[in-house]
């Protein structure tokens, strides 16, 4: 019984090291975060106070989301004590910095739960996407106070955002075929949710797996009474290079015979309709036509199974 009340006397002063350790490591922010969580209606002292000192901010803030937000709400919605915490004890202290939460001094996790205490609705996939395991905070693309595009109130616009991390990808946009990226015909999140999906690569998710391409290109959505099972089993990327191509059509291989013969050749002869026993019917010499000469409804048919049309 003796053991079972010093390990009950143990758990209780944790939580007293534990905040001993945080006053040892200097790591006031943080202390200041936990306490914006517990803070009562009286340590909040509004936005028109935090304008006497901040009047640079306030006045560019009035067009922000947020601030319009707040007078949807009669001033009970977002303002800055949303964000950096009840106001008292930072304007007691005269400006004191400690004594408020600064957003620029957290780190990614705590950005985060600042930002997703309202936004979780919307992003409830953040924590576990490739950006929110990287550690790419909120900020890292966002903006509150100094956004070049109000809508997502995005540091710079897309897609110069996503070429800051994704150097590889910018060199495709810039191959003889492409998506329109750098022209701004569309953009990155078009196609890909940054915030997270259950796909790869982020891309949006949707019930058919190509929906990302056909609901631009959508003479080849179907349905059709002929499928071709490469489209429905491994998507247009099976094909296509979605970024950018130096072929024809974002063609994965300059030569259409090549690509049709990764799949219809003696070699995949257990795949139905994949080839005749001892492979194409046609001499594949190159002064002959391509396979899409005759068969030129890859995509999908409905008249006829070897899609001649």
């Known amino acids: 019984m003796k053991r079972f009340f010093l390990c009950m006397a143990l758990f209780a002063l944790l939580p007293g090291f534990s905040q001993a350790g945080y006053a040892a490591s200097g790591n006031k922010q943080a202390a200041v975060v936990q306490k914006a969580a517990t ?54 202290s005269g400006g004191d910095v ?11 996790k705590q950005v ?15 924590e576990r996407s490739p950006h929110g395991k990287a ?24 897609p110069r955002l996503c070429y800051t991390c994704h150097t ?12 329109r990226v750098d022209e701004g015909l569309i953009k990155c999140s078009d196609c890909h949710d940054v915030h997270g999906t259950f ?20 003479e080849n959505a179907g349905p059709f ?18 970024h950018g191509s130096p072929n024809a059509r974002l063609l994965n291989v300059s030569n259409i015979n090549t690509l049709c013969l990764q799949c219809h050749s003696a070699t995949n002869a257990a795949f139905v309709n994949a080839a005749s026993p001892l492979g194409p019917v ?21 008249a006829s199974f070897v899609f001649f049309k």
């Open 282 to 302: 046609h001499n594949q010499a190159t002064q002959y036509v391509s396979c899409t000469s005759c068969h030129t409804q890859i995509h999908g048919s409905n």
């Open 135 to 158: 550690g790419v905070g909120c900020t890292s693309c966002h903006s509150v106070h100094k956004a070049e595009t109000e809508a997502s109130l995005l540091k710079i616009s897309q």
């Open 98 to 108: 400690t004594k408020i939460k600064q957003i620029s001094k957290l780190s990614p």
């Open 199 to 218: 796909q790869e690569k982020n891309l949006k998710t949707t019930a058919d797996r190509n929906a990302i391409c056909t609901k631009c290109h959508t």
């Open 112 to 126: 985060d739960e600042t930002c997703l205490g309202c936004h979780a609705g919307a992003h409830p996939d953040f």
């Open 168 to 179: 590889d990808v910018k060199p495709a946009f810039a191959q003889p075929f492409h998506h």
């Open 39 to 92: 803070s009562n209606p009286a340590d909040f002292v509004g936005s028109d106070v935090c304008a006497t000192c901040h009047a640079d901010v306030s006045k560019k803030f009035s067009s922000n989301p947020h601030s319009k937000l707040a007078f949807l709400h009669g001033g009970q919605g977002a303002t800055c004590e949303s964000c950096h915490g009840a106001g008292k004890a930072h304007v007691e």
């Open 225 to 242: 009474a002929y499928e071709h099972p490469v489209v429905k089993t491994e998507g247009c990327v099976s094909c296509h290079s979605p």
